[in-house]
């Protein structure tokens, strides 16, 4: 088996995943331009490599391909290159199936999904922030033009060729002009997921209970900004930051899951629970 080279055996790297697809058989599942339950397929099946891999720091998602970023001391494999690439695209392609159903409840798996892999070494931190960095830009720029071109197909009545050639040369102004004047779609208003990808952490405290878990947990943010990256310390701290989820924020079925909670009431229950429990002086603070 191939080892990582030594002289980067402190470096950070990535596991690239991509999916390939090569045929039609899934442009008749998929809603176009963006399907929330295939994107939340990916995240599923990225949550359980997350979860079996603990060296794994970060995870980047959009559209059909998902990153997965290793500590740079991880002793993973021995570092061997090869191994770490094919156990970790094989969980992930065994999940996206295994969860096909969970997501896609009335529509059948027609044909096996098979995906691409690649790992990738990056000589310093900031290397690996433009790599991140450079994804999630690419995940705007191609959902800006997908949300047009679709627009242009299902509700302009153009053929594909048609709305392809009407967007050659066009820049996003252009585009978000477009959306706004024939479909009266504000871009800005679009689901962030779609904008944005979906960034995967672990550990956050228990929003019922308040005790800190190992969860997988989504977040939609800008990770180009330093803002993120100072906020989270991935990179730098030698123990994972604890996340707490904002009280007006759903909690995503992705967490509820893995907390074993059905139902926003579940939570609010559980926080009666402990709050009976408490010392009477307590409860009134």
Known sequence: ???????????????????????????????????????????????????????????????????????KDTTLYNRRKCKIMTYVNSLFSSSYVYFWKMYFKDSKLKYPPCFDSRVVLYPSDENLKDYLSWRQADCHINNLYNTTFWSLVLKGGLTPAEAEQKLCGTFSNDKNEILFSEFNINYNNEPVMYKKGTILLKRIKHPASDKIRQVIFPLHEDLIQDSFWQRHELLVAKTYNVYELPEDVAIPDLVMSQLHLSNKEDVDSSKDDKLSDMPECEQKK
Not at 7 to 15: D, P, S
Not at 22 to 32: Q, V, Y
């Open 1 to 71: 088996m191939q080892k990582l080279l030594k002289a980067c055996a402190q470096q950070l790297r990535a596991v690239h995943i991509t999916k390939i697809m090569a045929n039609s058989r899934f442009d008749t599942i998929f809603e176009k331009p963006n399907d929330p339950r295939a994107l939340w397929l990916m995240n599923k099946a990225a949550s359980i490599v997350m979860q079996e891999y603990k060296d794994i720091l970060i995870c980047y998602g959009q559209s059909g391909e998902y990153s997965f970023v290793l500590k």
